[in-house]
């Protein structure tokens, strides 16, 4: 205390002379350095300070029944991540938008006789929480539950049931559906979903991830019972799953729940390989007409899958234009500099067959051509001439000092896991990565920007009272 | 007989890991800046939050927002930067920064390796003392949050109607106006406005900072005392205590929008922790929630949407944590087919029920063994351990609420449960929105 006391009036003194000091002196008579002190002070210790490191030891092995399986043992917190992946997700819908995304739902509505109540009392009555979601490539569910074995046991043996002996109950499917339905209607109500898509349609036709993976009017109401115990059957087979456990966990007890869950699950194989997403060869343009004080914006192309060579040049430069934070070159010149936007982002999406490259922004309908042709021109720009070497040190000087933030959770971690095991990553993936993204030049943005995204063959949807790509000579300002 | 034993086994562990966080130290400038340190050493990062005590709720009429916007405009000039500065700095040194407003507290953030607390907390200093507002800055900054509330709410029924639906909710409080503003309000707003709002309320005495990650009490307390220590301490603007408001009487509100499904909310003015006459009315009241609504086997979703399939999505939530009073909100959307008046009888009628039979010792074993292990969930995000510490100090509570769960949800009887929801959900506490879309029944002329 009287230490703290002592640094402080050191501190008061200090700065008390620094403002005597200004006052008295000719500024002319000091050296630039000397006359204000340099901000901000801490620089040069955080810049000389070692990063921090958590090294995870992630361990792998296969089960009998052929789930790839990631562990990663963290003791502090009791409680437990179980998450299991499949490659089942809308890409699998075939005809029936919606297929993947209502088998995924319906998993925990009623199993192994237990109907939807009693398998929801079964695991709040332990605290636990079992989520599930689906996406294009992949379909999930994760348990959490707290790690001590009388918790942890009897939540994993109801999870074993649900995998094992799924009912897919009538009853449930048709109450499921509507409620899918009014989601649907209500997605109406606002421009975004409708926007993308729009945006996915054009861009992947009649590509598997072209499917609306919430399914369609159309296609709802005529999913049965016995299409989602097929697809079931299909898809959520051991061979093709993928078992991230992260907790308070030892290894012979990750290794035998994992032998357990996946034994519950139907033999089965991988599931087939998709066909490459193509991207489009010429610029397209379309509006859908919708009475939003905004109008909202989506453009780009398709560029890559996942583990074209070329993704980690095409990473580093995405962030310097549009990923993230406020200084990438988009959120700067439009929001910053013109205040036309709340938010302008691009991101590239790295899928097994797809990494499309999606620039999204939202803005006042009488701004909306001028943001276009901006946003338009920035990204042009950016192929042509590519980042200076000052932007790329900053991007990559991010990218490593905010390494640590990527595994800080257990959260994060397990979706780390499933992320590498899912797309057969190496388990040295995280670090490599962060390596090759340290290595990338601005040549190599460049190059890779141009090889895989030409602005003269862009994708433009749009959604708002007017269409942006035509001056708004009729819009009067508000 | 088992479930019980795995009840009381599930209480136990999960109450042991949520009485027991990691380390927290607690201390106070001389300048009147409270700091609160979490110590969490799994991985080598560090949050840094500074906490601010304004919010929409002491904004004047005609400067709705101005909270807000003042927030926006912390990103951009000071003393020492220029827009852009700052973004540029945390970007160089790997962070991640953002800030949030709402009724009772501004807050900002950053995160980082660990190794750049100096660095957030020089940084914080320097928005606490010297901001500067530039006039051309501020005018293309009011563009920018227009369109944020053209993105967040005016091309939004749903959004709309809730705004709508809060004015009514707490009538004569600052709770009534949205945080980010009425569009006429951000229209007009000064630099000079947002400097005066930033000289009255950013002060050490009324900002509360917290500091979560791997990180030392020493290290926390010597950087914190480089940074902020010579502050001055500039005095805060009294406040009035709050105190518990009479019932305001029913209030009804008829809504067209263009929305494509109807909705329903309900909502309920009941007393929050802070002006409960007994805390124990505070603990009734969550449970009440939990029974209703404390996830998939409670009784709505049981009752309503599976049951007698009425609503397609429903739910209940107690606002018990506040500045002033609390709100308890029951919100649905009917299954097709159902009015909205069908609804709300049986919502109504769910709460009668809980009226006159108390609930089950069950369901509230249950409801009890699901908030013990959220929390013991909640510990695994530093930043959402940054932010209980923050919030529940910025509103005046003990950041310690947690340690005493266990045994307050203990406490709670089936009968008080019932109690609060005969005593708090009264019809003249109630505010009642209908929304439907336009041109269908009910609409006006």
Not at chain 1, 269 to 287: K, S
Not at chain 1, 389 to 416: F, P, R
Not at chain 2, 242 to 263: I, K, M, Y
Not at chain 2, 401 to 414: E, F, H, I, S, Y
Request: glycine share 6%; with cysteine; aromatic share 8%.
């Amino acid at each position: 205390m009287s230490l703290n006391k002592i640094l402080r009036l050191v501190i008061i003194a200090a700065v008390a002379a620094g403002l005597v000091w200004l006052i008295i002196s000719r500024p002319e008579q000091l050296a630039p350095s000397a006359a204000v002190a340099p901000f901000p002070q801490s620089l040069p210790e955080v810049e000389e300070a070692p990063l921090g490191r958590r090294q995870l030891d992630i361990q792998s092995w296969t089960t009998a029944a052929g789930s790839r399986v990631l562990f990663v043992q963290t003791e502090q917190i009791p409680m437990l991540y179980a998450r299991l992946v499949f490659n089942a997700g809308s890409a699998r819908d075939g005809d029936h938008a919606g297929l993947a995304m209502l088998t995924n739902a319906m998993l925990d509505q009623g199993a192994d006789g237990l109907d939807v109540a009693a398998l929801a009392r079964g695991f709040e009555d332990l605290g636990a929480r079992l989520g599930n979601s689906s996406h294009r490539d992949m379909a999930l569910l994760t348990l959490a539950t707290l790690s001590a074995p009388e918790f942890r046991d009897p939540a994993l043996a109801l999870l074993t049931r649900i995998l094992a002996r799924p009912d897919f109950p009538a009853g449930e499917l048709a109450r499921m559906k509507t409620q899918q339905l009014q989601a649907l209607q209500r997605q109406k109500q606002v421009p975004g979903p409708q926007l993308s898509d729009a945006y996915n349609r054009a861009l992947f036709g009649d590509h598997p991830y072209g499917i609306p993976s919430n399914g369609t009017e159309q296609s709802l109401p005529g999913i049965e019972p016995a299409q989602l115990a097929v697809f079931y059957r299909q898809y959520y087979t051991a061979g093709n799953a993928v078992i991230a456990l992260v907790g308070d966990l030892s290894k012979t007890d990750a290794k035998r729940i994992a032998e357990q869950l996946s034994s519950a699950l139907p033999t089965g194989e991988r599931a087939p390989e998709l066909p490459p997403a193509a991207a489009l060869t010429e610029a397209r343009q379309q509006h859908i007409e919708f009475p939003s004080t905004q109008t909202h914006i989506l453009l780009g192309n398709q560029m890559i899958d996942r583990h074209h060579p070329d993704y980690p040049a095409l990473y580093v430069g995405n962030k310097i234009l549009g990923g993230g934070d406020f200084s990438a070159i988009l959120m700067d010149e439009v929001r910053q500099k013109r205040g036309l936007v709340y938010g302008i982002y691009s991101s590239i999406s790295p899928m097994a067959a797809a990494g499309p490259f999606t620039v999204s922004l939202q803005t006042a309908n009488a701004n909306a051509h001028d943001a276009l042709v901006l946003t338009r021109q920035l990204i042009a720009d950016f192929v042509a001439n590519g980042p200076s070497e000052e932007q790329l040190k900053l991007a990559q000087d991010d990218l490593v000092g905010s390494y640590a933030l990527s595994t800080a959770s257990n959260s994060d971690i397990v979706a780390q896991l499933g992320v590498i095991g899912f797309y057969d990553l190496p388990l040295s993936y995280m670090d490599d990565f962060q390596q090759a993204l340290q290595q990338v030049t601005a040549e190599q943005v460049r190059g890779a920007f141009r090889r895989h995204l030409h602005p003269d063959t862009l994708l433009t949807v749009s959604i708002g009272p007017h269409d942006p790509n035509q001056a708004a000579a009729e819009d009067s300002a508000p | 007989m088992r479930l019980f034993l795995m009840l009381s086994l599930l209480c136990a562990t999960a109450a042991q890991a949520a009485t027991a966080p990691p380390p927290t130290h607690d201390f106070t400038l001389d300048n009147g800046l409270r700091v609160l340190v979490r110590e969490d050493h799994r991985a080598p990062v560090v949050t840094v939050m500074l906490w601010y005590k304004v919010g929409s709720i002491d904004e004047p009429a005609g400067r709705t927002g101005l909270s807000h916007m003042l927030e926006h405009m912390m990103f951009k000039n000071t003393r020492h930067l220029t827009p852009g500065d700052y973004s540029a700095l945390v970007s160089r040194f790997g962070g991640q920064t953002n800030a949030f407003t709402s009724y009772e507290y501004t807050g900002y953030y950053q995160q980082y390796d660990a190794s750049r607390l100096p660095l957030a907390l020089e940084l914080e200093a320097e928005r606490l003392a010297n901001l500067e507002i530039d006039a051309e800055e501020f005018s293309r900054e009011v563009q920018v949050v227009l369109e944020e509330r053209r993105q967040r709410t005016d091309d939004n029924p749903s959004a709309l109607a809730w705004e709508r639906f809060a004015a009514i909710l707490r009538p004569g409080t600052g709770y009534a106006h949205p945080v980010i503003g009425w569009q006429r309000d951000i229209e007009q707003y000064t630099p000079q406005q947002a400097m005066a709002w930033y000289q009255e309320w950013y002060s050490p005495a009324n900002a509360v900072l917290v500091i979560a990650g791997d990180v030392t009490l020493e290290q926390a307390r010597a950087q914190t005392e480089r940074f902020f220590a010579a502050l001055p301490a500039d005095p805060v603007p009294d406040r009035p205590t709050p105190r518990q408001a009479p019932a305001a009487g029913e209030r009804r509100l008829s809504l067209s929008l263009p929305v494509q499904v109807p909705s329903l909310y309900m909502g309920w003015n009941v007393p929050s922790l802070a002006t409960a006459d007994n805390a124990a009315d505070y603990y009734a009241l969550m449970m009440l929630a939990g029974v209703l609504d404390g996830g998939y086997s409670a009784r709505i979703e049981s009752n309503l949407v599976r049951g007698r399939q009425l609503a397609t999505g429903a739910g209940a939530q107690y606002g018990g944590l506040a500045r002033e009073d609390g709100v308890f909100i029951m919100t649905a959307s009917p299954a097709p087919g159902v009015s909205l008046a069908a609804l709300e009888a049986a919502l109504e009628q769910e709460l009668d029920t809980l009226r006159t039979t108390p609930p089950s010792a069950e369901e509230l074993k249950r409801v009890r063994a699901q908030m013990l292990s959220s929390s013991v969930f909640e510990q695994d995000s530093v930043f959402g351990q940054a932010m209980e510490l923050g919030y529940l100090t910025i509103i005046g509570q003990d950041w310690r609420l947690a340690d005493q769960l266990d045994q307050r949800l203990a406490d709670v009887t089936p009968q008080q449960v019932s109690d609060a929801a005969k005593r708090f959900l009264t019809r003249d506490r109630r505010a009642v929105a209908e929304v439907r879309p336009l041109n269908q029944e009910g609409t006006q002329p």
